[in-house]
Nanobody, 121 residues
Framework: QVQLVESGGGLVQAGGSLSLSCAAS????????MGWFRQAPGKEREFVAA????????NYSDSVKGRFTISRDFAKNTVYLQMTGLKPEDTAVYYC??????????????WGQGTQVTVSS
């Protein structure tokens, strides 16, 4: 089992920056994909970014490419999402997730509780 705890959400003005953290604990077997997803009110959960726990593979959605950066710290067992150039449409609850199967959204079986990000215009 893997436990994920997000932190770092908050309120920021458009154009500002925010950094999210995801502390992971539990049993890591192999090299899972660690992903960030978000869900805005009335919308479906959508993929934001992912990183392979070992190695340098990363994926980003087109809507955040060039503005968000995903990274991880082995020593702290933590995954980060650095968000810059924030827009009101980035407002959502952001979730950290882990997949030991693949990169599709349905492959992510472990989820954090989410952290709210609100971008004011």
């Amino acid at each position: 089992q893997v436990q994920l705890v997000e932190s770092g959400g908050g309120l920021v003005q458009a154009g500002g920056s925010l950094s999210l953290s995801c502390a992971a604990s539990g049993r890591f077997v192999g090299s899972p994909w660690m992903g960030w997803f978000r869900q805005a009110p009335g919308k479906e959960r959508e993929f934001v970014a992912a990183i392979r726990w070992s190695g340098s593979n990363t994926n980003y959605s087109d809507s955040v490419k060039g503005r968000f950066t995903i990274s991880r710290d082995f020593a702290k067992n933590t995954v980060y999402l650095q968000m810059t150039g924030l827009k009101p449409e980035d407002t959502a609850v952001y979730y950290c997730a882990a997949s030991f199967l693949g990169t599709q959204a349905r492959d992510y079986r472990f989820w954090g509780q989410g952290t709210q990000v609100t971008v004011s215009s």
